[in-house]
């Protein structure tokens, strides 16, 4: 079945640029809204951006100055940056996939998530 | 924007119906029926329950629901079980973002 699997660096430095990749194995990246979602230590979820498989993009107004997702088909990856970071970035960080139903697929529902990878914005 | 706004804790004997609330405001839950409900086991990923505002995911239990009243969304879990305790999170569309609130812990007792 399809499986998403966050990587990059857990451990990033004040004002540095947070990177990290989704890889997206058992099925294509085609067709679908692909997600970024993080969720700071024992709070709620915040949504990121998305980026859908033709390469359009749209991020969460309050992170949009610092975040580019991007995505490499022949990979069948996507990615996150996000640029002069802080300790509030500290966070569990999940790449998910938009919901597709019979009918349609969505941006903003998500039904298959990665394990999720905690990074920390520390020196 | 801010969080939607979530009880912290609600909870419910076996058998049981619980509802958690979710409350934004006429920009995200009162102007769209995009409302979405995600349950959180304890370091997993969320799972999809609730979808435009009521509809289910061929794969989740009938006994999970959804409504929306004004700029209110609500879960109602109805035969509560044991396997229910979690954390819920609801989720608007907004005209620019997606929004999600703060969390609600559900304890089956």
């Known amino acids: 079945q399809v499986q998403l699997q966050e990587s990059g660096p857990g451990l990033v430095k004040p004002s540095e640029t947070l990177s990290l990749t989704c890889t997206v194995s058992g099925g294509s990246i085609s067709s679908y809204y692909w997600s970024w979602i993080r969720q700071p230590p024992g709070k709620g979820l915040e949504w990121i951006g998305y980026?859908?498989?033709?390469?359009?993009?749209n991020y969460n107004p309050s992170l949009k100055s610092r975040v580019t997702i991007s995505l490499d088909s022949s990979k069948n990856q996507f990615s996150l940056k996000l640029s002069s970071v802080t300790a509030a970035d500290t966070a569990v960080y999940f790449c998910?996939?938009?919901?597709?139903?019979?009918?349609?697929?969505?941006?903003?529902?998500?039904?298959?998530w990665g394990r999720g990878t905690l990074v920390t914005v520390s020196s | 924007q801010s969080a939607l706004t979530q009880p912290a804790s609600v909870s419910g004997s076996p058998g049981q119906s619980i509802t958690i609330s979710c409350t934004g405001t006429s920009s995200d839950i009162g102007g769209y029926n995009y409302v979405s409900w995600y349950q959180q086991d304890p370091d997993k990923a969320p799972k999809l329950m609730i979808f435009?505002?009521?509809k289910r995911p061929s794969e989740v239990s009938n006994r999970f629901s959804g409504s929306k009243s004004g700029n209110t969304a609500s879960l109602t879990i109805s035969g509560l079980q044991a396997e229910d305790e979690a954390d819920y999170y609801c989720?608007?569309?907004?005209?620019?973002?997606?929004?999600f609130g703060g969390g609600t812990k559900l304890t089956v007792l």
């Open positions: 998910a996939r938009g919901y597709c139903s019979s009918t349609s697929c969505y941006s903003r529902y998500f039904d298959l």
């Open positions: 435009d505002v009521s």
């Open positions: 989720s608007s569309y907004t005209s620019s973002s997606t929004l």
């Open positions: 980026i859908y498989y033709s390469g359009s993009t």
